[in-house]
């Protein structure tokens, strides 16, 4: 088949003036001793590759999809695989992540959604048999049919509860059947536009049993790999339950699901949060739950979720500082959850979005190693924690000291000298790896 009017994207180098070739990512390329490949476990959303056809508020979609005849039929749905692993084939790229209304369609009733889900998965096992591709995370749409507009695991309605678990009961099946490495809670609708109308409360106990379930059903069947949370704060949704790290962290500590779940941070839900991607990153990192990363990112001036390429180098060099920093991606990877613009409609501009992402990343990569193999950034940080290494601070470190003690020392010490906290030097000082 040969719907991608171009050969095996390849590695060309810097200089290359080809723009269907990589000039930086490079799989195989050792950095630190693991390849590209293995650093960057790059993911391609079947939804955006196959499903969206870039539409908008304001009109349809634009997307020329020539393989696609626009009906809901299962073969219609299992024609669109192979077009996806030619996708994945020409792009080198080794993953990817479903809903499970993505890849089969929803009809008149659950048992035929969940019969012809079953044969589109029939064949996306054959196909990664085939050629070695991995279902990084599978996840079930609980936000886009009219049954969910109040919520799926925090509806109002026990009924659409029910439908919603009897959903994620079968997409969990189809994840373990296809070996997948995870699987991804992403609460579109679990939250509310008004709190006059809603038991917040109620809700958020009901979310935590639908987690608790699905927990004992991946047991039941024996699929081990994690559960993710993806952050978001709005959008749909007035307001979300999962909108950012630290709130879902504190969610999964209230309701006893730490030792379960990872965060799946996504860079346009945390702009959308009203912070950076290096921050929910951190946070997450700091709690030891960074799973898996939904690599895109937003635009300044537009207020939702554009889902843009990660193009930015500097974005993508604070994401792999990240990474490095906490020792790699394991299971998870990082997902393109993002689209082309309306404008780019031609089945190429697909190969053109994701080399530029891949790109992003693989220069990301390769800076944040050299500025970690530098050390100069690091040593700054540790020197500026300086005065609790030794002393007082060792002391207060320790548990040691209390406001009695530190009152005496503050008494006796005077005035302390601060140091300057060096941010202009240290934004130099990465310029100078980019
Ligand atoms: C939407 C989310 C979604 C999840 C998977 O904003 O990013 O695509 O990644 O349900
Ligand atoms: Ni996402
Ligand atoms: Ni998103």
Request: net charge negative.
């Amino acid at each position: 088949m040969n719907y991608f009017n171009c050969d095996k994207i390849a590695f060309e180098g810097a200089n290359s003036k080809n723009p269907l070739s990589f000039k930086h990512y490079n799989a195989d390329e050792l950095i630190n001793g693991k390849s590209m490949r293995e650093h960057l476990r790059f993911a391609a959303p079947y939804w955006h590759v196959m499903r969206n056809v870039l539409s908008d508020p304001f009109g349809g979609g634009t997307a020329q999809m020539p393989w696609d005849d626009g009906s809901d039929s299962v073969e219609n749905a299992l024609k669109r695989v192979d077009v996806f692993f030619e996708f994945l084939d020409k792009i080198g790229i080794e993953y990817y992540c479903w809903h499970d209304r993505d890849i089969a369609p929803e009809l008149n009733d659950l048992a035929a959604s969940s019969a012809a889900l079953d044969q589109v998965v029939a064949k996306l096992k054959d196909k990664q048999a085939e050629t070695g591709v991995q279902l990084l995370w599978g996840t079930a749409c609980l936000f886009s049919h009219p049954r969910y507009a109040q919520g799926g695991a925090t509806s109002p309605n026990a009924d659409v509860y029910a439908y919603a678990a009897a959903q994620v009961k079968k997409a969990l099946e189809c994840t373990k059947e296809l070996d997948g490495l995870g699987y991804t809670f992403w609460g579109g609708r679990e939250g509310y536009s008004t709190l006059l109308n809603t038991d917040m409360k109620r809700e958020l106990d009901h979310l935590a049993a639908f987690l608790h379930m699905a927990v004992d059903h991946a047991k039941k069947i024996g699929f081990d790999g994690p559960f993710y949370i993806e952050p978001k704060p709005r959008e749909p949704s007035t307001h979300q339950y999962d909108s950012d790290a630290a709130a879902c962290l504190n969610f999964l500590r209230e309701y006893g699901l730490m030792e379960h779940f990872q965060l799946n941070i996504e860079t346009n839900h945390a702009t959308l949060a009203g912070h950076t991607m290096e921050h929910e990153l951190r946070v997450s990192a700091n709690a030891g739950m960074l799973g898996s990363i939904d690599a895109n990112r937003g635009d300044e001036l537009i207020g939702w979720d554009t889902d843009q390429f990660p193009t930015d180098i500097y974005l993508t060099t604070q994401v792999m500082l990240v990474v490095l920093e906490t020792g790699g991606l394991t299971t998870g990877g990082l997902n393109f959850d993002a689209k082309r613009r309306r404008e780019s409609h031609e089945p190429l501009d697909l190969m053109h979005a994701h080399i530029g992402g891949m790109d992003a990343f693989a220069r990301g990569l390769k800076i944040a190693d050299a500025i970690i193999r530098d050390g100069r950034l690091a040593d700054f940080v540790k020197d500026r924690y300086a005065t609790f290494d030794s002393g007082i601070g060792a002391k207060i470190e320790s548990g040691e000291m209390s406001f009695v003690d530190l009152e005496k020392y503050a008494l006796s010490n005077g005035e302390p000298a601060l140091k300057s906290g060096g941010q202009e030097m240290l934004e130099n000082l990465v310029n100078e790896f980019l």
